[in-house]
């Protein structure tokens, strides 16, 4: 299973941008986005199951969407007003089974 992620961008904050990740495989039960800022730990920014169910992050909430194209294979993250302290590498990350399976990570800058 490759997972390739794309989105790549520095942003002003309140701007927006999207991140897309697309599989190679399918089967996967949830699929999900994850970040790791400098100096801290990674951590969840949303995710959704195959059922179409979603969780966010408090800090993204009402900001961040994330949804999927199951014609394309695909799972996106729109991303609106960011901040500054949105900044860090993103990563795709999906499972399936006992499986888990992460993309090369994406660096998001959200700067003036």
């Known amino acids: 299973v490759q997972l390739q992620a794309s989105g790549v961008g520095l942003v002003q904050p309140g701007g927006s941008l999207r991140l897309s990740c697309a599989a190679s495989?399918?089967?996967?039960?949830?699929t999900a986005w994850y970040r790791q800022a400098p100096g801290k730990q990674r951590e969840l920014v949303a995710s959704?199951?195959?059922?179409?169910?979603?969780n966010y992050a408090d800090s993204v909430k009402g900001r961040f969407t994330i949804s999927r194209d199951n014609a394309k294979n695909a799972v996106y993250l729109q991303m609106s007003s960011l901040k500054p302290e949105d900044t860090a590498i993103y990563y795709c990350?999906?499972?399936?089974?006992?499986?888990?399976?992460w993309g090369q990570g994406t660096q998001v800058t959200v700067s003036s």
């Open positions: 959704i199951t195959s059922g179409g169910d979603t």
């Open positions: 495989g399918r089967g996967f039960s949830i």
């Open positions: 990350n999906k499972v399936r089974g006992l499986s888990n399976f």
